[in-house]
T-cell receptor
Framework: NAGVTQTPKFQVLKTGQSMTLQCAQD?????MYWYRQDPGMGLRLIYY???????DKGEVPNGYNVSRLNKREFSLRLESAAPSQTSVYFC???????????FGSGTRLTVV | DQQVKQNSPSLSVQEGRISILNCDYT??????FLWYKKYPAEGPTFLIS?????DKNEDGRFTVFLNKSAKHLSLHIVPSQPGDSAVYFC???????????FGKGTRLSVIA
């Protein structure tokens, strides 16, 4: 099925470890996004990529880096994980200027 | 400062009755508004949207109303069904196609 695929679905990290969350879309969308969802906080934008070759910070970028590897893939890296980064991470894609974002099913990350 | 506010964390409605979910915003530059629906362990899915040039948009059982002077929008679901039980996020975008800003969500429970 066409859509947004996120890997892994679950991950437990120790404080200070690093990891990369992977996201790929097969809808030929130009724009991709990373959001995090925390209880009582809704969805907050971490980084986004309006088009291949560009990335921009969102509301909560500290502690994260991103790479737009190609049009299909947009990865999120945690260089030194902290307990405050325990969250559910959602990747989304869209055509730029279109708001019907397609979201992946999320990565549940726990940092202990 | 929260730009999109959903002040009711939860709402419980009987099957067949109307569900009304509310959303307020503070940024007068927002010109496009959306509602997303989220089931547990899934990503949000687009439900309905409205442009700032309209005051109402209808799609089947779902209607979104926009009151620009009050900076308020609402989602009406009529009739409510048990399958509508989910978390509903209000989202908005400002002029220039900026990424979506989401509210904290309202958990709707439709009781049979």
């Amino acid at each position: 099925n066409a859509g947004v695929t996120q890997t892994p679905k679950f991950q437990v990290l120790k404080t200070g470890q690093s990891m990369t969350l992977q996201c790929a879309q097969d809808m030929n969308h130009n724009s991709m996004y990373w959001y995090r969802q925390d209880p009582g906080m809704g969805l907050r934008l971490i980084y986004y990529s309006a088009s291949e070759g560009t990335t921009d910070k969102g509301e909560v970028p500290n502690g994260y880096n991103v790479s737009r590897l190609n049009k299909r893939e947009f990865s999120l890296r945690l260089e030194s994980a902290a307990p405050s980064q325990t969250s559910v991470y959602f990747c989304a894609s869209s055509e730029w200027g279109h708001y019907g974002y397609t979201f992946g099913s999320g990565t549940r990350l726990t940092v202990v | 400062d929260q730009q999109v506010k959903q002040n009711s964390p939860s709402l419980s409605v009987q099957e067949g009755r109307i569900s009304i979910l509310n959303c307020d915003y503070t940024n007068s530059m927002f010109d496009y508004f959306l509602w997303y629906k989220k089931y547990p362990a899934e990503g949000p899915t687009f439900l309905i949207s409205i442009s700032s040039i309209k005051d109402k948009n209808e799609d089947g059982r779902f209607t979104v109303f926009l009151n620009k002077s009050a900076k308020h929008l609402s989602l009406h679901i009529v009739p409510s069904q048990p399958g509508d039980s989910a978390v509903y996020f209000c989202a908005a975008s400002a002029l220039g196609n900026t990424p979506l800003v989401f509210g904290k969500g309202t958990r709707l429970s439709v009781i049979a």
